[in-house]
């Protein structure tokens, strides 16, 4: 068999592959949204979020207003073009009119939101600063901690969550994921002044909730106790509770549904918690006791 004939043997394999999934043969004017658009999207957004910090533009030249304005037009124009085809692709029905209405009117809430999202993200920079005694200012912070990035693109991708847009939300988390490290899936719902210092590690699934001005540490965990039942158990709130003023310490995990950590509690690392904490509680874990042989 010579080249031409291995490519033309591979590829009917690979069309049969193609059918057997059933997922990858798209009806004329139904496809996915654009991953590389959505993370374009999310760059336009952090440079609206913080003006001369990412991009092009010099803040000195130009009017803040006229700057948050251009922006805002042009990420109104993308999102509703991605929410559109992301509501089409996720459809059973051919009415292109419709999604499009329903893309503008999310677009439309999603940017009544922004101003509220950015304060979010301000107040997570300044609890950056005032947990991290490492950090430098807020422009430092802003400019390169990956917990701020992450947390960012979650604030942003959570409103989107909430609106039932099929697709984006977990595109933009994943992104963040796979820059950062940090695992923040876009339904999980968590509060002002989020602190997390390292991050690399950290999970937080969909239906955990956590309180205001809450510090994690890298390698935590926030997980079910079992997906054994996969698809089953969607909607079911399989992830924990922390509530507000709590600190978690690096490499533990908590894990349940019904698991509330109390406010004000600490949690030190290393530590394994499948049922609640009362408030105001310090937990630790016993160390392991170390076995020292001469040679």
Do not use: W
Not at 12 to 17: A, I, V, Y
Not at 127 to 147: F, H, Q, T, V, W
Not at 173 to 188: K, L
């Amino acid at each position: 068999m010579n080249t031409k004939e291995r490519i033309v043997a591979a590829a009917e394999k690979l069309q049969l592959n193609y059918r057997e999934q059933g997922i990858y043969e798209n009806e004329i004017g139904r496809r996915p949204p654009q991953r590389s658009e959505i993370i374009k999207l999310l760059d336009e957004i952090r440079e609206l979020f913080f003006p001369g910090y990412f991009g092009n533009e010099n803040t000195a030249y130009v009017s803040l207003n006229s700057f948050a304005g251009t922006k805002l037009a042009v990420i109104c124009e993308r999102l509703t073009r991605q929410i559109s085809i992301a509501l089409h692709y996720a459809s059973k029905d051919d009415d292109f009119a419709t999604r499009e209405q329903q893309a503008s009117e999310i677009t439309a809430r999603f940017i009544d939101a922004i101003p509220c999202i950015q304060n979010l993200v301000f107040k997570d920079v300044e609890a950056e600063l005032e947990g991290d005694p490492a950090a430098a200012s807020k422009e430092e912070i802003i400019l390169s901690y990956p917990g701020v990035y992450a947390i960012f693109v979650y604030r942003v991708a959570h409103v989107l969550y909430r609106e039932k847009v099929p697709l984006i939300p977990r595109i933009m988390t994943e992104h963040a994921h796979s820059r950062t490290g940090i695992d923040i899936n876009p339904g999980a719902t968590i509060g002002e002044s989020f602190f997390i210092d390292h991050g690399t590690g950290i999970v937080i699934g969909e239906t955990t909730i956590i309180g205001d001005h809450v510090k994690l540490y890298q390698g935590v965990t926030l997980g079910a106790l079992s997906t054994r039942k996969g698809q089953a158990l969607s909607g079911i709130k399989r992830h924990p509770t922390i509530e507000d003023n709590v600190v978690i310490y690096s490499n533990t995990s908590i894990l349940g549904g019904e698991t509330v950590v109390g406010r004000n509690s600490v949690v030190a690392g290393n530590t394994f918690v499948t049922e609640s904490i009362p408030e105001n509680t310090k937990v630790t874990a016993y160390m392991p006791k170390l076995q020292l042989k001469q040679k």
